[in-house]
């Protein structure tokens, strides 16, 4: 079965200065991958995805993530936060050969100026 | 774009109520996804669909039914509301096309509160 975690439940952090919002997976075969990011009172909104090539994958608003198989990892980074960035973070999983996503119990980012 | 509507931003209903939440996307795609949001636990599969009239138990069914009749329309049924079902219903879609799928297109939203 696929699971996800999200061993933070809120991520603290000052403009200007890097994030990293962690997420581990486990599934059976090769990933695909994904982060989403929440606003409050709204639906998803996709960030970015893995799902071959190249580990360091970029995605919108400047965040990226990097994929890596032998930790089981897909941690999402920004190199400077905003204040905007401020919202619920989803990450999640699926297998390659298969429909469903299962997602993180999902990390608050605050951002403070 | 691909557009992902559902109906309703808020709903109050009464225990007991049959309560029906609508989705509706635009761009034809195949796959359909309920889940509902609480917090600690993030999102739960409720149900999906990958077809007209076809349907599939997600992790948490139980409480819930759904409806397929158009490809572009997936109807969450609570046929007996109930507190416990207070709850953020999200709506997903999925383009399968070319044998490959990939992520979500995610719906704004349903807060339901039961009383």
């Known amino acids: 079965a696929q699971s996800v975690a999200q061993p933070e439940d809120q991520v603290n952090v000052a403009e200007g200065n890097p994030l990293t919002v962690k997420c581990t997976y486990s599934?059976?075969?090769?990933?695909?991958l994904f982060w989403y990011v929440q606003y409050p009172n709204r639906g998803l909104q996709f960030l970015l995805k893995y799902i071959t090539g190249d580990n360091l994958v970029k995605g919108s608003y400047g965040f990226e993530a990097e994929f890596n198989k032998s930790q089981t990892s897909f941690h999402l980074k920004k190199p400077s936060a905003l204040v905007s960035d401020s919202a619920l973070y989803f990450c999640a999983v699926r297998r390659v050969y298969g429909n469903k996503l299962v997602f993180g119990a999902g990390t608050i980012l605050r951002v403070k100026s | 774009d691909v557009k992902v509507t559902q109906s309703s931003r808020y709903l109050v209903k009464r225990t007991g109520e049959k309560v029906f939440l609508e989705c509706v996307q635009d761009m034809d795609h195949e796959n359909m996804f309920w889940y509902r949001q609480d917090p600690g636990l993030g999102l739960r599969l409720i149900y999906f669909?990958?077809?007209?009239?076809?349907?599939e138990k997600g992790d948490i069914p139980e409480g819930y039914s759904v409806s397929r009749e158009k490809k572009e329309r997936f109807s969450l049924i609570l046929e007996s509301a109930s507190t416990n079902q207070t709850s953020m219903y999200l709506c997903?879609?999925?383009?399968?096309?070319?044998?490959?799928?990939?992520?979500?297109?995610f719906g704004s939203g349903t807060r339901l509160t039961v009383v």
């Open positions: 599934v059976s075969g090769n990933p695909y």
């Open positions: 669909s990958y077809d007209v009239k076809m349907k």
């Open positions: 997903a879609s999925q383009n399968t096309m070319g044998g490959r799928s990939y992520g979500y297109t």
